[in-house]
């Protein structure tokens, strides 16, 4: 009971009530979802028991043959969806839905891989040459976040469709003009895309023989911080205030003296750096350079993970660790004769069920809530105490 | 005969007996009143009845029938019709659509509108209710929607018809006219169960009254036996104080000034057409009106919501140049908001969050940006403790909290905060009687300290009981300024309809 109540505490830094459906609700979803992929693997003639070996098998979540590098690999990618992950979860703390983080993920890449190999940083020693990047990283990306944000409060523009626009201005930014053009490497090195990040500015590898790198220790210490200031920081306190009432209209917080527009914006630029850093990992960490042609859907994935993560930090972190799995594990699961995109499949169902979870809450409540009220009824009476003056 | 009966009828929530053995009987013909504070199970009960909710345990019987009702559907079927609070229409709608919408007269396989048309006129003079058939819902006033509920219902054959708080959201024209409509229907041998908290107008229309009080039944008792004073009683369960005391204060020097103020709504029309005013310390000042005379362009100004068309507001001594809820909060000036679901809380937040809001930023609630839960959840038990929020539990959302106890969270906030000007703008609204008499006593214990404080009331009896001064506003303008001393309701009720201006005071 006292492990639960710590665990509660730092999943939710709240006393809730019914809390364990947060947690509930996602483990369920991920469950249902593998039994009906399982049911699709059988209906097509193939061993769902060998399909889900293989994936997992790879996936670097449990022990297996060469578990060291699928781990690794595993945490490689996880740092990048929990960064996409942990951005949608903080404009949608604040009441925004940002689709932004794809845009503000290639912003990030670009400024990462440009300060990576420009000439007067390039000369730095490894940690301050990081620290230069990191910084400019969060602030390129933010910006980009808080252009939609400035966009809300000041026009009131939806942010869904601003945030769409400039994830399409990014790409063709970046790729048709940055990385083609200003940003070309030079032709005598036979280098398309831009040019390789110095020594110096590649992340730190934390597991020899692997390409595990400082990302993952980066992005825990972000989660946390992200936890922090939506949980203890009187900013977070606004942002949550305005979450709950900015979709519905409702003025509370603008009349208790919360600068409400002020706060869309700067909540829109903290999603925007923590998306960013996603793709300073990507570049830093895997390529080394921005090449012609980007594997985007990052920030796609990270809607998907915030989701299945409950959009609170720890959860976000745990699913972007799952779908981190899933993916590290795809290739495995062709040797059981199945596309290596089945996975995609699992995390789409999860989703599917996790936006139905009204009906899994209902349910779940239905099979452990009924018993419980029975032994507490006639006890506390919040609804029925009405106004009066105590004598 | 008995229109209907209800036996032993009890409602089990999760943590909540909302109803507990409730018996009634209501004669064929006869408007039954239920009165009850905020969450005594008012709603619920009629909820039953109307088959929203299925009784955990108890019988209906209605004409004399036991019935076993599953969805508001079977209540249709037996006669049985309900008019909400909130209103089921459609605004883009015309009267007709929404009228016959679920039940449309047809031709073939297409809606009959010429036939709907006809069919709505008639009733609608059967039962003198006029409404224009072709008009827009959108474009009607409130009390003309009302009676498009109304028309809905009776057009599908309602014998018994619930009101559920009908005259809340009305003015006091408006309510007269729906009760002339309740006895035209009476008339004509429809059953009336009219749900209120509001003691007057029970006491006006009707024929029997039931008291529940916490889930049970106090007793029902004929309107000829009994005044508002026992009512009270019986729903709060003890002697309620319904006159408020008159308290002398020494007025102060002037805390707010406000001159030749003028705003416009959201729509850009100019509702606020230049007020002058001040508001000394330890004086309250009313704003008496019917509502939508500039009211709320007036709040909205003061509290920073709106920027004004002209005019300066000067609060204590200064002029404010930008006025920003979070600047004039910084000046002095706490808000007891007239809406207080949609700006006075925010409805997820626990009460130990929603009592420190506006507040959060400052020491010792915060330092350096950052949170201190020790000092805020022991400053929001002392406070709960002191305004008696029930249940005592600052966990709580507020959203889970009935009425009264909202706005006791909001009381707890406001008073807490640094201040020496209040604006309440009607803070009794939608209140029971216990909950009204708790921020009468609040308002006059902060008007003891020496606050100056702006009321702005729909209600005369609360402006008449309150106020040191009262300006009557019509139409953007003030257009009276009088003493409760030398004044009454019929007096008040002129000048809020405009009829007659206090010439002496508006030159």
């Known amino acids: 009971m006292m492990a639960m109540d710590i665990f509660r505490r730092i999943f939710f830094g709240h006393k809730e009530e019914y809390w364990w459906m947060k947690i509930l609700v996602p483990i369920t979803s991920i469950f249902v979802a593998l039994i009906v992929g399982a049911i699709f693997i059988w209906s097509t003639g193939r061993s769902p028991v060998l399909a889900y070996k293989y994936l997992f098998g790879a996936s670097g979540l449990v022990p297996g043959p060469y578990f060291k590098q699928h781990f690794a690999e595993m945490l490689l990618s996880s740092s990048m969806f929990i960064a996409t992950g942990l951005a949608f979860a903080i404009a949608a703390k604040g009441g925004l839905f940002s689709i932004g983080a794809e845009g503000q993920f290639l912003v990030g890449a670009i400024t990462a891989a440009y300060f990576g190999y420009a000439k007067p940083f390039a000369s730095m020693p490894t940690v301050l040459h990081l620290t230069v990047i990191f910084v400019m990283v969060m602030i390129a990306g933010g910006i980009w976040g808080a252009i939609a944000g400035w966009l809300k409060a000041k026009m009131g523009i939806h942010e869904v469709i601003t945030t769409i626009m400039l994830n399409w201005i990014a790409l063709y930014l970046i790729e048709d003009w940055l990385v083609t053009g200003p940003m070309k490497a030079n032709v005598e090195t036979g280098v398309s895309g831009t040019p390789y990040v110095s020594e110096t500015a590649k992340l730190p590898i934390i597991l020899k023989g692997t390409r595990l790198n400082i990302s993952i220790l980066i992005i825990i210490v972000v989660a946390y911080l992200t936890w922090f200031l939506l949980y203890r920081t009187t900013f977070g306190f606004e942002i949550r205030a305005m979450g709950y009432t900015l979709i519905y209209n409702m003025d509370a917080p603008r009349a208790a003296g919360v600068s409400v527009d002020a706060r869309i914006t700067q909540t829109m630029f903290v999603s925007g750096a923590v998306a960013a850093l996603g793709g300073a990992f990507i570049i830093l960490g895997v390529l080394f350079q921005f090449p012609p042609v980007f594997e985007g859907g990052y920030g796609f994935d990270g809607i998907a993970v915030s989701l299945i993560g409950q959009n609170e930090p720890l959860g976000v972190f745990l699913a972007g660790i799952l779908i981190g799995g899933l993916r590290t594990g795809a290739t495995a699961v062709q040797l059981a004769h199945i596309p290596k995109t089945f996975p995609s499949i699992i995390e789409g169902l999860i989703v599917a069920f996790i936006a139905l979870q009204e009906l899994i809450r209902y349910l779940l409540m239905k099979l452990f809530v009924r018993k419980r009220n029975n032994t507490v009824s006639g006890g506390s009476d919040e609804k029925a105490v009405s106004g009066g003056v105590a004598k | ?507």
């Open chain 2, 1 to 507: 005969m008995k229109a209907l009966e209800l036996k032993g009828i009890t409602k089990q929530f999760p943590r909540v007996l909302a109803n507990d053995h409730i018996n009634l009987s209501i004669e064929k013909g006869e408007i039954f009143s239920i009165v009850g504070e905020n969450g005594a199970g008012k709603s619920t009960l009629m909820k039953i009845v109307y088959g929203l909710y299925t009784p955990t345990s108890g019988e209906i019987y209605v004409f004399g029938k036991k019935v076993n009702m599953k969805s508001p559907h079977d209540a249709i079927k037996l006669k049985i019709g309900m008019v909400h609070q909130e209103f089921m229409l459609i605004p883009r709608f015309t009267v007709t659509e929404n009228i016959v919408l679920g039940d449309e007269p047809r031709k073939g396989i297409v809606f009959d509108f010429k036939r709907a048309v006809k069919e709505i006129r008639e009733i609608s003079e059967k039962f003198g209710l006029k409404v224009d058939p072709l008009e827009k819902v959108a474009n009607l006033p409130v009390g003309i929607q009302q009676r498009v509920e109304i028309l809905k219902i009776l057009r599908r054959g309602a014998e018994i018809l619930i009101f559920d708080e009908p005259t809340a959201v009305l003015t006091p024209e408006e309510t007269e006219d729906l009760f002339k409509t309740l006895r035209a229907l009476k008339k004509d041998g429809k059953t009336i169960l009219f749900i209120s908290h509001k003691l007057k107008e029970v006491m006006e229309i009707s024929d029997r009254i039931a008291v529940l009080r916490r889930g049970k039944l106090q007793g029902v008792v004929k309107k000829e036996e009994t005044n508002e004073r026992e009512l009270a009683r019986m729903m709060v369960g003890r002697e309620v104080v319904l006159e408020i005391p008159r308290v002398k204060v020494e007025r102060g020097p002037v805390v707010l000034s406000v001159r030749d103020l003028a705003a416009k709504d959201h729509r850009g029309i100019l509702k606020l057409k230049g007020v002058s005013f001040d508001v000394h310390a330890g004086e309250i000042v009313a704003i008496a009106g019917v509502e939508g005379n500039g009211q709320m362009e007036l709040v909205n100004s003061l509290i920073g919501f709106t920027r004004p068309v002209k005019g300066k507001i000067i609060l204590n001594g200064e002029e404010m140049k930008l006025v920003t809820p979070y600047n004039v909060r910084r000046k002095g000036m706490a808000y007891i908001p007239e809406d207080r679901k949609r700006r006075g809380l925010v409805l997820p937040f626990k009460i130990r969050e929603n009592i420190i809001m506006g507040q959060h930023t400052l020491y010792p609630f915060s330092k350096g940006g950052i949170l201190n839960d020790k000092v805020i959840n022991q400053f929001a038990t002392k406070q709960v403790e002191e305004f008696d929020i029930r249940p005592r539990d600052i966990y709580i959302s507020a959203g889970n909290l009935s009425g009264g106890n909202q706005q006791k969270v909001i009381l707890a906030r406001e008073m807490a905060m640094k201040h020496n000007f209040l604006l309440a703008s009607q803070p009794t609204r939608g209140l029971d009687i216990g909950a009204m008499e708790f921020v009468y006593k609040h308002l006059i214990e902060e008007k003891k300290k020496g606050i100056a404080i702006l009321l702005i009331s729909l209600e005369l009896s609360e402006v008449l009981g309150l106020a040191d001064r009262i300006l009557v506003m019509y139409e953007g303008e003030i257009v009276g300024e009088t003493v409760p001393e030398k004044t009454n309701e019929e007096e008040l009720g002129m000048m809020m309809l405009g009829i007659k201006r206090n010439e002496r005071l508006v030159q």
